[in-house]
């Protein structure tokens, strides 16, 4: 975990303040006893590594006497941004559990009303051990294969683009300082909870292997309008299945976890909605259609019911095909960013391409 960001980490401001000479640099053991006492605490310190995943015995040294002391690894900057030689060794941050940097607030009020109007915020937490947890924690089968097998340095090239392409398309980025520290997994947060126009949605999930999930956004919800579907027996909705099409209409997927009991809370809650139910196989909507703008969709024909597509094109909307060969690898499921754009995995050519 030696690039563990669970912090916000803006390596400029981090540079700035190594450069101030702000974070003491450790470059012996001898340093880290030193400096390291209870009641003197720095809130961040830095030592230097020249591999993410393998260290020499100093560095391995250091780094454990600086974890023993309740630090967390915030991020690696490389010597470009921190002042040194180019091919030199990379600065590993740490900052204490109980004094992190200042996290970043939301500026807007939490609200949906569309799928496809230009995303102005979001949240992220760049986080490896969400790809490293504990086995019984697994909520599929790609997620059991991978326990222990990430390649973090991957994992951050591919964080670092997709927040770059937001930042570049002006959206607003907003970083947390959560700590995960249980093994959990809590990547798919549009599934345990959903905002339907100023309403928190928390649904009952369809695995138990996930209700933990739902807990996190019950509080998230303290304060502000919410709907809790997480008593209700059977009425099971998970926000991959519940996408806004235009005004209040909204298709509801009925598959593998969504039921029809969910979708009757829904339409009991929510009277002035339209709420469309769209039966399926797959694991949930997203992955079979989704909004790329305003009466435009991109939708897996092979999978989805012809009437829901009928229903569509009657009512105007331009279908994109996508190409059923790439579902496996969610072709369907892109990030919609506005004036027509979305956010793709490049893998998927053939549907991009369309």
């Known amino acids: 975990d030696l690039i563990n960001e669970t912090f916000p980490f803006h390596p400029h401001k981090q540079a700035a303040l190594v450069v101030r000479k702000e974070v003491p640099i450790l470059n012996a053991l001898a340093e880290a006893e030193e400096l390291l006492v209870p009641e003197s605490l ?119 683009l997709f927040v770059g392409t937001m930042v570049d398309h002006g959206i607003r980025v907003v970083h947390t300082n959560a700590i ?26 369809g695995q138990q292997q996930r209700v933990y999930e739902s807990e996190s956004m019950r509080q998230i919800g303290q304060g502000r309008p919410t709907l809790d579907l997480t008593g209700e027996p059977g009425a099971v909705t998970e926000g991959g299945d519940i996408i806004f099409i235009g005004g209040k209409k909204l298709a509801v997927g009925i598959g593998q976890r969504t039921t029809a009991a969910g979708l009757e809370k829904l339409r009991q809650a ?19 259609f ?18 829901f597509v009928t229903y569509l094109r ?23 960013v506005g004036d027509n754009k979305v956010i793709a995995v490049k893998e998927n050519a053939a549907t991009n391409q369309r």
């Open 42 to 160: 720095p809130p961040r310190v830095g030592t230097f590594v020249y591999n993410e995943n393998r260290t020499d015995e100093t560095s391995h040294q250091i780094i454990n006497r600086i974890m023993s002391f309740d630090y967390i690894g915030a991020g690696l900057l490389l010597p470009e941004e921190y002042g040194g030689r180019p091919g030199t060794q990379k600065l590993l941050v740490f900052y204490r559990k109980d004094s992190p940097p200042r996290a970043d607030r939301l500026s807007l009020p939490v609200q949906v009303h569309s799928e496809f109007g230009r995303l102005r915020e979001v949240i992220v937490s760049f986080t490896p051990e969400n790809a490293q947890i504990h086995a019984k924690y697994a909520i599929n089968d790609v997620a059991r294969q991978n326990v222990n097998n990430i390649d973090p340095i991957a994992f951050k090239d591919e964080y670092n």
């Open 314 to 336: 009657n009512d105007g909307f331009t279908v994109i095909e996508a190409d059923p060969a790439e579902q496996p690898t969610l072709g369907c499921n892109v990030v919609c």
């Open 270 to 288: 929510f009277p002035d909605y339209e709420f469309i139910a769209v039966p399926h196989a797959d694991l949930h909507l997203d992955v079979l």
């Open 180 to 205: 995960g520290s249980e093994g959990k997994s809590a990547i798919f947060t549009r599934d345990p909870a959903y905002v339907v126009g100023t309403t928190l949605v928390v649904g009952r999930l």
């Open 290 to 307: 989704t909004m790329v703008g305003e009466k435009k969709c991109l939708a897996d024909l092979s999978q989805l019911p012809e009437a």
